[in-house]
């Protein structure tokens, strides 16, 4: 079945750097654009980044833009986030999350990874 | 950048009840090419990632019961149990997917009156 599974996560300290991964089966992760999306303790949630199927174009929210950047490797049906000069603020549960039904620009999530948790505390 | 607002914050509706939350968009998420409403919704279990309930503003995802549904065009939405069920408390959101950045609404905590 579909699956996706993030890894990754830690303890980091504030200025830091620190990469994501997500490890997705069960479907044809080259024809698939993808998300990351992040949750803050006790807050909603907010998108953070999207790269079409291909690769060729990447989104930011404006939060990390600069800092954070998404990447694909579809020989290892692997999702990427290099996280750096990391912020207090950037503590969260990470997900990465399947475009659903566009390979590029102009889709919402349909199938979400369990999460990884990221802690940016000194 | 689109603002998205959602509404309200918390819900609490009796058993067998509608249950409404609405999502409105500072600009139309309605792309005249292709006529599709670029706004899904989530639904968010303690511990649990989100669930895709619904897409395109009303398709609804397979799997999903029927007392879920979604309406509205443009820049204003809402999301619809027909019929609460206890199952159903939890986190909602929406999302616009129209153009980066793809916005969430901030939530809206469903609960049993």
């Known amino acids: 079945q579909v699956q996706l599974v993030e890894s990754g996560g830690g303890v980091v300290q504030p200025g830091r750097s620190l990469r994501l991964s997500c490890a997705v089966s069960?479907?044809?992760?080259?024809?698939?654009?993808m998300h990351w999306a992040r949750q803050a303790p006790g807050k909603g949630l907010e998108w953070v980044a999207f790269?079409?199927?291909?690769?060729?174009?990447?989104y930011y929210a404006d939060s990390v833009k600069g800092r954070f950047t998404i990447s694909r490797d579809d020989s290892k049906n692997t999702l990427y986030l290099q996280m750096n000069s990391l912020r207090v603020e950037d503590t969260a549960v990470y997900y990465c999350?399947?475009?659903?039904?566009?390979?590029?620009?102009?889709?919402?999530?349909?199938?979400w990874g369990q999460g990884t948790t990221v802690t940016v505390s000194s | 950048d689109i603002v998205v607002t959602q509404s309200p914050d918390s819900l609490a509706v009796s058993l067998g009840e509608r249950a409404t939350i609405n999502c409105k968009s500072s600009?139309?998420?309605?792309?005249?090419?292709?006529?599709?409403?670029?706004l899904s919704w989530y639904q968010q279990k303690p511990g649990q990632p989100p669930k895709l309930l619904i897409y395109?503003?009303?398709t609804r995802e397979s799997g999903v019961p029927d007392r879920f549904s979604g309406s509205g065009s443009g820049t204003d939405f809402t999301l619809t149990i027909s019929s609460l069920q206890a199952e159903d408390v939890a986190l909602y959101y929406c999302?616009?997917?129209?153009?980066?950045?793809?916005?969430f609404g901030q939530g809206t905590k469903l609960e049993i009156k």
């Open positions: 999350a399947r475009a659903g039904w566009a390979a590029t620009a102009g889709s919402g999530m349909d199938v």
């Open positions: 069960g479907f044809t992760f080259s024809s698939y654009g």
């Open positions: 790269i079409w199927y291909d690769g060729s174009n990447q």
């Open positions: 600009r139309s998420v309605l792309n005249s090419s292709n006529n599709k409403n670029y």
């Open positions: 395109w503003a009303s």
């Open positions: 999302q616009l997917y129209y153009s980066a950045p793809y916005t």
